[in-house]
């Protein structure tokens, strides 16, 4: 088992900066990605950053540019960078971490998830 424990969220102005963190515990050896998921009320949740154990990272459209998604491995940490944040960035923010095995998933851990507010 794995727990995610995230960090960091709140409320800022449009233009403004947050960082979120989030560490991860347990059976961590078995990750194979993490990163970071939103969900927006009445949406569907959607992937905003994740990044891989080799470093390689993807962002939703929407972020690049603005977003950074970066790991400490020491401390079993990855931490998203938010700047020039726009009210549309409003969501409540998940970590997620990936067991895949080559395509398959075989298991999805999230975080309790942390609200980000941008107001306009």
């Known amino acids: 088992q794995v727990q995610l424990v995230e960090s960091g969220g709140g409320l800022v102005q449009a233009g403004g900066s947050l960082r979120l963190s989030c560490a991860a515990s347990g059976s961590i050896s078995s990750i194979s990605a993490m990163g970071w998921y939103r969900q927006a009320p009445g949406k569907r949740r959607e992937m905003v950053a994740s990044?891989?154990?080799?470093?390689?990272?993807n962002y939703a459209d929407s972020v690049k540019g603005r977003f950074t998604l970066s790991r400490d491995n020491a401390k079993n940490t990855v931490y998203l960078e938010m700047n020039s944040l726009k009210p549309e960035d409003t969501a409540v923010y998940y970590c997620n971490g990936v067991e895949k095995l080559g395509p398959v998933t075989l298991e999805d851990y999230w975080g309790q998830g942390t609200q980000v507010t941008v107001s306009s």
């Open positions: 990044i891989t154990t080799r470093g390689s990272t």
